[in-house]
């Protein structure tokens, strides 16, 4: 008997497909837009196993990454299980979730704020292996000179992202 199965939601937004995974704790894995259902689906199987569809699951959570991928703000204080991740990335996660909208920090200034002073390629690799982007803004973390880098999901959609939040940048 399973306990705490995770439920999967897939849905279509303006940028592309979304999947949600989530506990009864809270969000598990959050998949930025793809291409297709398919890839997103594939993605979700390959990291948790078996798909448990929940189609009426994190429907106000769904209905604001439809917005904000529609360019619209909206916040993301949804909870998180992070319970299978390491405290030092528990601790990084936890001070990128605090950047407000429309602000930035370098990964520098991440782990000053967490009293790692030296560590930020750590947070970088922290960043990296963020399962909950958006929830986790890790698109708000910029280098040191204010360049867009180390995304997972790719430096264009960083950028479009950080459009949506009132960022502008230069071609």
Not at 20 to 27: A, C, E, I, N
Not at 52 to 60: R, V
Not at 71 to 82: Q, R, T
Not at 121 to 137: C, E, F, K, M, Q
Request: glycine residues 8%.
């Amino acid at each position: 008997m399973v306990l705490n199965p995770e439920k999967t939601i897939v849905f279509k937004t303006d940028s592309g497909w979304v999947g949600v995974v989530s506990s009864d704790v809270g969000v598990k894995s959050l998949y930025l837009p793809r291409a297709s259902r398919y890839e997103v689906e594939t993605e979700i199987q390959t990291r948790h196993g078996v798909l448990h569809s929940d189609a009426k699951g994190n429907q106000d959570l769904k209905h604001r990454l439809i917005q904000y991928f529609t360019g619209e703000a909206v916040e993301f204080n949804d909870p998180v299980d992070l319970t299978d991740r390491s405290e030092f990335f528990r601790l990084v996660w936890g001070a990128v979730k605090s950047i407000p909208r429309g602000e930035l920090r370098t990964y520098k200034e991440i782990a000053e704020l967490i009293c790692k002073p030296r560590s930020a390629r750590a947070v970088g690799r922290a960043l990296n292996a963020n399962p909950v982007p958006i929830i986790v803004p890790c698109h708000r973390v910029v280098g040191s000179n204010g360049s867009l880098t180390g995304f997972a999901s790719g430096i264009d959609l960083k950028k479009k992202m950080l459009c949506f939040e009132g960022h502008r940048f230069h071609q």
